[in-house]
């Protein structure tokens, strides 16, 4: 893994998610999403690595929130951590989000990008499925 960088990403989520309805103006979902994270970049913290994000996303009189945590478990079984927010809806959703530390080689690691979702129709009943597109920047500190 290279001390910083650049790089793109896609993830290949499914969920389980709760829904809290007040009739059509007021809705609240909550969400377990885990999945798979695909890079041909070697030098990425991503490369290798699953992951999963517990999120929520709210909908009051058609304005779309969304904010949640990530933790991606690489093979070496380092953990990259990620918080991050978005706005969307319709299937579609974009934000942004922060790397906010890791464990092992990811220990200290800084770092933003921006990211794109698509939902897509979930394999099974009470299951959702999406991908998200990202592109960031990382950067570790320098080793005393």
């Excluded at 304005?63 to 299937?91: N, P």
């Excluded at 959703?93 to 990008?113: I, P, Q, R, W």
Aim: with cysteine.
């Amino acid at each position: 893994m290279a001390k910083e960088g650049s790089a793109s990403l896609t993830t290949y989520f499914t969920d389980t998610f709760q829904v809290l309805a007040q009739g059509q103006d007021y809705i609240q979902i909550n969400y377990d999403a885990r999945g798979v994270n695909s890079t041909d970049d070697e030098s990425s913290p991503y490369y290798g690595s699953s992951s999963q994000c517990v999120g929520s996303l709210k909908i009051i009189k058609g304005k779309f929130e969304e904010f949640g945590l990530c933790t991606a478990t690489r093979s070496d079984k380092d953990k990259v951590f990620m918080s991050y927010e978005g706005t969307g809806g319709g299937g579609m959703a974009k934000g942004t989000f922060t790397l906010v530390g890791g464990t092992g080689k990811c220990e200290g690691l800084t770092g933003s990008g921006e990211w794109t979702r698509t939902s897509l129709q979930g394999p099974v009943d009470g299951a959702g499925a999406s991908f998200s597109k990202s592109t960031y920047n990382w950067k570790l500190p320098e080793k005393k």
